[in-house]
């Protein structure tokens, strides 16, 4: 159980173009999905908690018109990179929660996509 | 402010044991979870401590000293595919998840 799933898995994009990720819930319901960053041989860094049918919180920093985050199911939430730049070039990861009993794990167990790897030119 | 210590780098022989040490220093405390992340991949999940103790999971152990701000990850019998980073992230009085740098474990053989 807890398997989220993550599309497309890499991408690479033109300077000033959109990409949209997908990120899902296979098995459970997802009260609350993140989208994470990660940087080569960097450490998590959380860009925003999105909870169903509200609009997402963005952590310090991120810039929410940039980053287009839609959580529109219990199974489902987008990350939108807007006008990407090579700058935005990353490993984007997206979590989801899980409701007890319906996972197995703990409350607010965090279940990880598999990533996806954004290669802006 | 918030501070997860984890070493950055260990090092250690096939078939030993070794133990990766997390300190933090949070505005609460609502639990803490080890992650497994091999290289260009995510994070899998693999323990959750939220009370003082030992938790066993197979050849994978966690303990937590809340008085303390300490926990470790205990892992026996490594394996070759056991090199990875292993992150520590805690929980805090908003419940929200801080994270550790992370700290990179190479298995030799």
């Known amino acids: 159980g807890a398997v989220v799933s993550q599309h497309p898995s890499w991408v690479i994009c033109k300077s000033g173009t959109s990409v949209k990720i997908e990120c899902r819930s296979l098995d459970f319901q997802a009260t609350t999905m993140f989208w994470y960053r990660q940087f080569p041989k960097q450490s998590l860094m959380l860009m925003a908690t999105?909870?169903?049918?509200?609009?997402?919180?963005?952590e310090q920093g991120v810039e929410k018109d940039k980053f287009l985050i839609n959580h529109a199911s219990l199974t489902l939430s987008t990350l939108t990179v807007t006008s990407a730049h090579p700058e935005d070039s990353s490993f984007y990861i997206c979590?989801?929660?899980?409701?007890?009993?319906?996972?197995?794990?703990?409350?607010?167990?965090?279940?990880f996509g598999p990533g996806t790897r954004l290669t802006v030119l | 402010g918030q501070n997860i210590d984890q070493p950055t780098e260990m090092t250690a022989t096939e078939g030993a044991i070794v133990q990766i040490n997390c300190t933090y220093q949070t505005s609460g405390f609502n639990g803490l979870f080890w992650y497994q992340q091999h290289a260009g991949e995510a994070p899998t999940f693999l323990s959750y401590?939220?009370l003082d103790g030992l938790e066993e999971k197979g050849r994978f152990s966690s303990f937590l000293s809340r008085s303390k701000g300490y926990s470790y990850l205990l892992l026996k019998e490594l394996q070759m595919k056991d090199s990875a980073s292993y992150l520590c992230a805690v929980k805090d009085s908003n419940y929200q998840l801080i994270w550790g740098a992370g700290t990179k474990l190479i298995i030799k053989p």
């Open positions: 979590s989801a929660t899980n409701v007890p009993g319906l996972a197995g794990g703990p409350t607010d167990t965090q279940y």
């Open positions: 999105s909870n169903e049918g509200s609009k997402a919180t963005y």
């Open positions: 401590n939220v």
